[in-house]
């Protein structure tokens, strides 16, 4: 019995010790020395395909630096070759298809050194780009001796392994690039149990490809039984390891999900919450800071934000919200990377409201907004009301790309984040968004319930006070808005309404939420092609005629 228990107990230490355990993420792309390596670098952070599946570092004999010239080392960025592949049905723009690729990369940490793009009909099962353009890049990788090459596209495991082979070079595609990012950017202990995650469900169908050096050692798969080589044995263990990995993270992740769920819900309950979303590099955390007085990091790079940051908005007098800042998205996200961030994007799904947050200066504005309403679709916010913030109109230069905006879009909100424009105003819209209809109400409460009566002192004016009306109750008169006033029963049980009436300036109350499948008028990308072709603009850059007639013109081709 003694045994028992104590084998018992260790199995429970064991798996206490597992979920403090801190997660492993390590970026592929890394400053490469330039005078000498450091004495040693863990196998994990070698790619088996570069190095021909070898299970040990590589050597470097009189390049190993002493402990006291370790600092000495001078790094360089990795040059990096980009490559596209523009196909009929693309999403990218056709006049910079590698823009938001190699502002990726320069995320990252390398050096883009030249980019590539092909037209193709269809891509090649192979090599998707063909094996006549794979010579050509390997060409162009041996000219500018180039370190790694990175497509715009997500390839199979066979595509990556073929082009490898062919190009002889580091070969990533979109996704392994942004989990990248993710990597070298994760701090807290919530984002990196995600970020191993995502990592680890992208290498597991790729296991095969790593250990293929070793598959005609001994034995095959036409040996017989038992007669396996290492690469197979290998393989077979990565594979176990590998799931048993992915099953422990995605207990974990339950976990802070659940969590996350518990503290979200009690917000919820006391709170009007409000998330912050939209396309990386939008704004959003200058935004958080300047609403909020806080110093969340900023910077103006691809994925500077990837936890979750939550801090009360005081939105005038007795009125304040609880604002969140999270993960900004981006085209073509994986949807691996989506799932493993779904704890972090709980707080916009269960927000009362969420801001969208669009950089207008940016030339690629139109696409950003549909990625955002695809993407926050997906993860179940379509219902959700939803208020457009026109971001950075400090840095849009051409007045009539704004008043483009204002026109297609009349309730959106036009700020820059930066300087406060607009700030004040949005406070305003936010406080009657949140508020609603103003309703005046008598309500009766209990004067054992102190709680229910600070509640009401809290969120409402009241105007008069009625203690003998009813004994042992006070009947209070208030102005409330409608939605507190609908959420009463829940947050004070032993409140009874007896009379409620709108106000006169509820009626003249409007709405300047949509709902986020409802955030882009319908038919927007038609009526844009349809400008393009009458000279108007372009459906992917908004260069817009000079004068108001940019105005006029959109709204005769909407109707």
Same mark, same amino acid.
């Given at each position: 019995?003694?045994?028992?228990?104590?084998?018992?107990?260790?199995?429970?230490?064991?798996?206490?010790?597992?979920?403090?355990?801190?997660?492993?993420?390590?970026?592929?792309?890394?400053?490469?020395?330039?005078?000498?390596?450091?004495?040693?670098?863990?196998?994990?952070?070698?790619?088996?395909?570069?190095?021909?599946?070898?299970?040990?570092?590589?050597?470097?004999?009189?390049?190993?630096?002493?402990? *006291?010239?370790?600092? %000495? =080392?001078?790094?360089? $960025?990795?040059? &990096?070759?980009? +490559?596209? @592949?523009?196909?009929?049905?693309?999403?990218?723009?056709?006049? *910079?298809?590698?823009? %938001? =690729?190699?502002?990726? $990369?320069?995320? &990252?940490?390398? +050096?883009? @050194?030249?980019?590539?793009?092909?037209?193709?009909?269809?891509? *090649?099962?192979?090599?998707?780009?063909?094996?006549?353009?794979?010579?050509?890049?390997?060409?162009? @990788?041996?000219?500018?001796?180039?370190?790694?090459?990175?497509? *715009?596209?997500?390839?199979?495991?066979?595509?990556?392994?073929?082009?490898?082979?062919?190009?002889?070079?580091?070969?990533?595609?979109?996704?392994?690039?942004?989990?990248?990012?993710?990597?070298?950017?994760?701090?807290?202990?919530?984002?990196?149990?995600?970020?191993?995650?995502?990592?680890?469900?992208?290498?597991?169908?790729?296991?095969?490809?790593?250990?293929?050096?070793?598959?005609?050692?001994?034995?095959?798969?036409?040996?017989?039984?038992?007669?396996?080589?290492?690469?197979?044995?290998?393989?077979?263990?990565?594979?176990?390891?590998?799931?048993?990995?992915?099953?422990?993270?995605?207990?974990?992740?339950?976990?802070?999900?659940?969590?996350?769920?518990?503290?979200?819900?009690?917000?919820?309950?006391?709170?009007?919450?409000?998330?912050?979303?939209?396309?990386?590099?939008?704004?959003?955390?200058?935004?958080?800071?300047?609403?909020?007085?806080?110093?969340?990091?900023?910077?103006?790079?691809?994925?500077?934000?990837?936890?979750?940051?939550?801090?009360?908005?005081?939105?005038?007098?007795?009125?304040?919200?609880?604002?969140?800042?999270?993960?900004?998205?981006?085209?073509?996200?994986?949807?691996?990377?989506?799932?493993?961030?779904?704890?972090?994007?709980?707080?916009?799904?269960?927000?009362?409201?969420?801001?969208?947050?669009?950089?207008?200066?940016?030339?690629?504005?139109?696409?950003?907004?549909?990625?955002?309403?695809?993407?926050?679709?997906?993860?179940?916010?379509?219902?959700?009301?939803?208020?457009?913030?026109?971001?950075?109109?400090?840095?849009?230069?051409?007045?009539?790309?704004?008043?483009?905006?204002?026109?297609?879009?009349?309730?959106?909100?036009?700020?820059?984040?930066?300087?406060?424009?607009?700030?004040?105003?949005?406070?305003?819209?936010?406080?009657?968004?949140?508020?609603?209809?103003?309703?005046?109400?008598?309500?009766?409460?209990?004067?054992?319930?102190?709680?229910?009566?600070?509640?009401?002192?809290?969120?409402?004016?009241?105007?008069?006070?009625?203690?003998?009306?009813?004994?042992?109750?006070?009947?209070?008169?208030?102005?409330?808005?409608?939605?507190?006033?609908?959420?009463?029963?829940?947050?004070?049980?032993?409140?009874?309404?007896?009379?409620?009436?709108?106000?006169?300036?509820?009626?003249?109350?409007?709405?300047?939420?949509?709902?986020?499948?409802?955030?882009?008028?319908?038919?927007?990308?038609?009526?844009?092609?349809?400008?393009?072709?009458?000279?108007?603009?372009?459906?992917?850059?908004?260069?817009?005629?000079?004068?108001?007639?940019?105005?006029?013109?959109?709204?005769?081709?909407?109707?």
């Amino acid at each position: 019995m003694g045994r028992l228990i104590a084998f018992l107990y260790y199995l429970t230490l064991r798996k206490y010790v597992r979920r403090r355990e801190k997660p492993t993420v390590r970026p592929i792309i890394r400053p490469i020395p330039t005078k000498g390596f450091a004495p040693c670098t863990p196998f994990l952070s070698y790619n088996h395909r570069r190095c021909n599946g070898s299970t040990s570092a590589p050597s470097h004999e009189g390049l190993i630096l002493s402990q *006291d010239k370790r600092t %000495e =080392l001078s790094v360089r $960025a990795e040059k &990096a070759i980009l +490559v596209g @592949v523009t196909l009929p049905d693309s999403s990218a723009d056709p006049r *910079d298809p590698l823009g %938001e =690729l190699a502002s990726l $990369a320069k995320t &990252a940490g390398a +050096v883009v @050194v030249e980019r590539i793009v092909q037209k193709r009909e269809r891509i *090649d099962p192979s090599t998707y780009i063909g094996t006549g353009k794979a010579e050509e890049v390997k060409r162009i @990788v041996k000219r500018h001796e180039a370190d790694v090459v990175i497509f *715009d596209n997500d390839m199979s495991p066979n595509q990556l392994r073929d082009l490898e082979k062919i190009i002889d070079c580091k070969i990533l595609d979109r996704s392994e690039l942004i989990l990248d990012i993710f990597a070298t950017r994760a701090r807290t202990h919530e984002a990196q149990l995600q970020v191993a995650l995502a990592q680890l469900e992208y290498t597991y169908p790729r296991l095969r490809h790593m250990w293929s050096h070793l598959e005609r050692i001994s034995g095959g798969a036409g040996a017989g039984v038992g007669a396996r080589g290492p690469g197979e044995m290998q393989l077979e263990i990565d594979r176990r390891i590998v799931r048993e990995r992915v099953a422990d993270l995605k207990e974990r992740i339950r976990d802070v999900q659940a969590r996350k769920n518990r503290e979200v819900r009690e917000r919820k309950r006391q709170h009007f919450t409000i998330s912050l979303v939209g396309y990386t590099n939008a704004g959003k955390s200058t935004m958080f800071n300047t609403v909020t007085g806080d110093n969340t990091f900023v910077e103006d790079k691809l994925f500077a934000t990837l936890d979750t940051k939550t801090r009360r908005w005081h939105l005038g007098g007795a009125h304040s919200a609880l604002l969140s800042d999270t993960v900004g998205f981006v085209r073509d996200l994986p949807h691996h990377l989506v799932a493993s961030f779904k704890a972090t994007l709980e707080e916009a799904t269960h927000a009362d409201m969420l801001l969208v947050v669009l950089d207008v200066s940016h030339p690629h504005a139109q696409q950003q907004l549909r990625t955002v309403q695809q993407v926050l679709t997906d993860i179940g916010c379509g219902e959700l009301p939803a208020l457009l913030l026109l971001n950075k109109i400090d840095a849009v230069t051409n007045a009539d790309d704004l008043a483009f905006w204002r026109t297609m879009f009349p309730d959106a909100h036009a700020v820059s984040a930066k300087q406060g424009d607009g700030v004040p105003e949005l406070i305003e819209v936010v406080r009657e968004q949140m508020l609603g209809r103003v309703m005046k109400a008598k309500i009766a409460l209990p004067l054992s319930d102190p709680k229910g009566i600070t509640f009401l002192e809290k969120f409402s004016d009241v105007s008069e006070r009625d203690y003998d009306t009813r004994p042992g109750q006070v009947v209070a008169t208030v102005n409330i808005s409608e939605r507190i006033l609908g959420q009463l029963p829940n947050n004070v049980p032993t409140a009874k309404v007896l009379a409620s009436a709108q106000t006169k300036s509820a009626r003249n109350w409007r709405c300047r939420t949509k709902l986020v499948k409802d955030l882009i008028p319908e038919g927007f990308f038609d009526d844009q092609r349809k400008l393009a072709e009458a000279g108007a603009g372009d459906p992917f850059v908004p260069e817009r005629p000079k004068g108001i007639a940019v105005g006029n013109r959109a709204l005769k081709v909407q109707s």
